[in-house]
């Protein structure tokens, strides 16, 4: 079974700064790995992910992840945040099964 | 729009009462699943579907009930054998193979006992 840390709990930063979110997994086989973020009172929203092929993968709003095999991490970076990045972040991992174990989250929070 | 529904978006449970979720969605997905989100912990499975009339218990299942009649529907029963139900419940389907596709996710319904 595949199990995800998400290393901080909360992470504060000031705008435009940059934000390293991290992330590690374990599993015994293949994985598929996955940045969800989720705003108040909302749902999950898919960041970006992770499935074969380039180990940096990138979202639309400039986020952008690296899978490190060696490592069996999936950290989360974007060089300049902004406050409308204030969220939680969840890092998912699924393996050949097709269960998707989730993170505990980090509250990422962007101050002015 | 395809998407998923979850309704109501906040619900209120008297002690010893049975409740029951909505999730509705459109997509044409097969798999279908509820989490339960507490603050801290992050996302715990509590049920889970891959084809209708079908379905297996995740990690917290107590206390809870599902059916998958329709393809479309996945409703979830909150019963009173479930101790400490409030929490913030997300209903989520995918297509087939999650690995390739992920997750999509409803909005969510936020439960408070009273």
């Known amino acids: 079974a595949q199990s995800v840390t998400q290393l901080d709990s909360q992470v504060p930063v000031f705008e435009e700064a940059p934000v390293e979110l991290r992330c590690n997994y374990s599993s015994s086989v293949s994985v598929y790995l996955f940045w969800y973020v989720q705003y108040p009172n909302q749902g999950l929203q898919l960041l970006l992910k992770y499935l074969s092929g380039s180990t940096l993968v990138k979202s639309i709003n400039g986020f952008e992840a690296e899978f490190n095999k060696s490592q069996t991490s999936f950290h989360l970076r974007k060089p300049s945040v902004h406050i409308s990045d204030t969220a939680e972040y969840f890092c998912a991992v699924s393996g050949n099964n097709n269960d998707m174990r989730f993170g505990a989250g980090t509250r990422l929070t962007v101050k002015p | 729009d395809g998407g998923i529904t979850q309704s109501p978006k906040y619900l209120f449970r008297k002690e010893g009462q049975n409740v029951t979720l909505s999730c509705e969605q459109n997509?044409?997905?097969?798999?279908m699943y509820w989490y339960r989100q507490d603050p801290g912990q992050g996302l715990r499975l509590i049920y889970y579907?891959?084809?209708?009339?079908?379905?297996q218990k995740g990690d917290i299942a107590e206390g809870y009930s599902v059916s998958r009649e329709k393809k479309e529907s996945f409703p979830l029963t909150v019963t009173s054998a479930q101790k400490n139900p409030t929490a913030f419940y997300l209903c989520a389907s995918s297509m087939g193979g999650v690995g390739n596709y992920g997750y999509t996710f409803g909005s969510g319904t936020r439960l408070t006992v009273v």
């Open positions: 997509l044409n997905h097969d798999a």
């Open positions: 579907s891959q084809i209708v009339n079908d379905f």
